[in-house]
């Protein structure tokens, strides 16, 4: 997966966004909306035979509109083409006009970037256009009554006690994991095989920027449950994975914790979600033991 996505964007740079195709289409559900609002948007791309279509969210046409999630993702063969319609759910950030969609049409000779034509939409202020555009002062501080309750101590010292002990075995169990994985193995290979590059470049990110980190579990993820199962993961939502790979014949557990892996990407990625330090861990444990077990 990141092999593609490194040649769309070489592509991109070298020769631009490709032009949008006939029946290309962009349409959204209302015409303004307020910064951080939620609007339907739907997005039809025309594309030959045998072809999957991924939203390209950091391109620089979308002017401050992102993706929250994909709602649906459907294909309609229309005589030698083949049209692919998405269905997201997006949000402005920015004040604007208008904005213009970007995805990367994925065929079986590389990868391009194209640029749907352009949507009118009016993205304003929540703010009334006479609001102050400074802070209120801070009301001045003020004494009150009363001593330290008998119960706040022996409260902090047993809230520590817990976190202390939550940490113990948090601790415990990923060292269960590794050494469980180093014995499995020793026992298999003579030497480890190499980690995914996408779960290397996710590691180093996941501490300080965790968006770019969660996109690189679910990309890799994704096109390793493609190139296994045969599966076009890349053009399917995520409740839609899990079900396909059922369908598939996948064991319903593998299936479930790929489905909710990438589901807790999704969360990272488009709803500002921010996990703990230790679930951003487990999560990346978890996409390494889906890579070592999905064959």
């Not at 692919?84 to 920015?94: E, I, K, S, Y």
Request: charged share 20%; with cysteine; glycine share 10%.
């Amino acid at each position: 997966m990141k092999r593609v996505l490194v040649v769309a964007l070489a592509v991109g740079l070298a020769a631009g966004p490709g032009r949008a195709m006939a029946d290309d289409v962009a349409r959204i559900g209302r015409e303004t909306v307020l910064i951080g609002e939620q609007f339907q948007l739907t997005l039809e791309i025309e594309t030959p035979p045998g072809s999957t279509v991924e939203v390209d969210p950091l391109a620089p046409s979308w002017a401050g509109v992102e993706v929250v999630r994909i709602a649906s993702a459907t294909e309609e063969p229309r005589g030698d083409v083949t049209i692919h319609r998405l269905d997201l759910v997006a949000a402005g950030f920015l004040p604007g006009t208008g904005f213009a969609p970007a995805v990367v049409v994925i065929t079986p000779s590389g990868a391009v970037s194209r640029v749907l034509p352009g949507v009118a939409l009016g993205v304003h202020s929540s703010l009334p256009g006479d609001a102050p555009l400074e802070l209120s002062p801070l009301p001045g501080s003020r004494s009150t009554s009363g001593g330290e309750s008998p119960l706040l101590r022996p409260s902090m010292y047993a809230g520590a006690a817990a976190v202390a002990a939550l940490l113990v075995g948090l601790v415990l169990a990923v060292a269960r994991r590794v050494l469980r994985r180093v014995r499995r193995t020793a026992k298999t290979f003579d030497e480890p095989a190499p980690e995914s590059p996408g779960l290397e470049d996710a590691e180093g990110l996941i501490e300080f920027d965790p968006v770019r980190a969660y996109r690189l579990m679910g990309q890799t993820v994704r096109g390793e449950i493609a190139r296994r199962y045969q599966l076009p993961a890349v053009a399917l939502t995520t409740s839609e994975i899990g079900s396909r790979m059922e369908g598939a014949g996948v064991d319903r557990w593998i299936a479930r914790l790929v489905a909710g892996l990438l589901q807790e990407c999704d969360a990272v990625v488009y709803a500002g979600y921010r996990p703990a330090a230790e679930r951003r861990l487990a999560d990346l444990n978890m996409a390494r033991e889906i890579l070592e077990g999905s064959g």
